[in-house]
């Protein structure tokens, strides 16, 4: 089983590196973690009050969800759930790192389907790799390291071609986004669909997210799901983000606008970057990748290398902030583009 490594780095600085929210949380979500009693921390957690709110919010029965402790701890109770000796997860790749870390832990075997040009989704490959083995197929939509997407038709298909598999589809990055397949939950009997609260919500340091499918299907996560993995604090805050939807909305929105700006200074500088649907972008630096991280790095900028996936060497992903934040990184990658052609 790999180990996980998260780069490490000052924190302080600008942090495009973790798709993170880099502007703050809702003030509501403050405000109800301030408001929080000695005696109410002395409790254990109860997050079924919690998951009934956010079920209604997404219209959902609250059957049909399962808050966990962020979406690692969802891809990791899946995998323990529906993954023995002998079967088989298909995952799409580069992805998420986590879905094979977690799946490394079963018995079970590990099939990569490398992605299509310009890192397309594979989807004829996906479907002809299909065995009656496969037992849990990752998405991740919007993906990450690449932002590509995968259609809503590509996905009903992959679930009718694998009723024997658990098809979970994650939506961290939905908001950026904002095509799903939540709509779906509870229609098709093999589709999961996982949302975080980390990202658009900027709630990453108290780890929430859910998990959305059938109620057969979550009656064995919840076998092995901890019953106490979402602490108060975390369960207090979703409580005040998810009430707060006019903060949600304006900050989704300034990020979009943040990407579309910063992809045309891209351009500009003369980087050659891949269309993206999520809050970051991956960009081709090329040879110079380590060297541009650490330049970044000396500017309080943190970016992503990710030259060790596949097939993305020399490739480096920058998390999309605000629009200040993005014309700072911008004006700092021009220097560095600068640079590198007077040498």
């Known amino acids: 089983m790999p180990e996980y490594h998260p780069p490490l780095g000052n924190r302080s600085s600008l942090r495009l590196d973790f798709n993170e929210n880099t502007l703050g949380c809702s003030p509501a979500v403050l405000a109800a973690i301030q408001s929080l009693t000695a005696e109410e921390l002395t409790r254990y957690p109860e997050r079924g009050p919690v998951e009934v709110l956010t079920a ?52 079970a075997g590990i099939v990569r389907v490398p992605a299509g040009a310009d890192f397309a989704f594979p989807f004829e490959q ?49 908001h950026f986004f904002g095509k799903t397949v939540m709509d779906l939950v509870g229609k098709i009997s093999n589709l999961i669909v996982a949302r975080t609260f980390s990202k658009a919500y900027g709630l990453a340091s108290l780890r929430i997210g859910l998990l959305a499918g059938p109620e057969p299907l979550l009656h064995w996560t919840r076998r092995v799901l901890s019953p106490y993995s979402v602490n108060s604090v975390a369960l207090a805050a979703l409580t005040a983000a998810l009430g707060d939807q006019a903060y949600l909305h304006w900050y989704v929105s300034e990020i979009k606008e943040a ?10 500088i003369g980087f050659k970057f891949w ?39 020399g490739l480096v992903r920058i998390t999309i902030g605000t629009r200040e934040q993005m014309q700072h990184a911008a004006a700092q990658i021009q220097q560095f583009k600068l640079a590198g052609v007077s040498a």
């Open 126 to 174: 996906l479907l002809a790799t299909i065995t009656p083995r496969t037992k849990l197929i990752a998405i991740a939509n919007p993906n990450s390291p690449t932002g590509s997407v995968c259609t809503r038709e590509q996905i009903l298909r992959i679930a009718q071609a694998a009723p024997q598999a658990v098809v979970l589809v994650d939506e961290a990055y939905y």
């Open 275 to 313: 269309p993206t649907e999520a809050n970051f972008v991956l960009v081709q630096i090329g040879p110079a990748h380590k060297d541009f991280c650490a330049a970044m790095r000396k500017q309080n900028i943190l970016v992503r290398d990710r030259s060790a996936d596949p097939g993305c060497d």
């Open 259 to 268: 990407r579309a700006q910063f992809l045309r200074d891209l351009t500009q």
């Open 56 to 107: 209604e919010y997404l219209g959902l029965a609250p059957e049909q969800v399962i808050l966990t402790n962020g979406v690692d701890e969802a891809i990791h109770i899946l995998c323990q759930a529906f993954l023995d000796a002998g079967d088989e997860l298909l995952l799409p790749v580069p992805t998420y790192t986590m879905y094979e870390i977690y799946a490394a832990s079963t018995d």
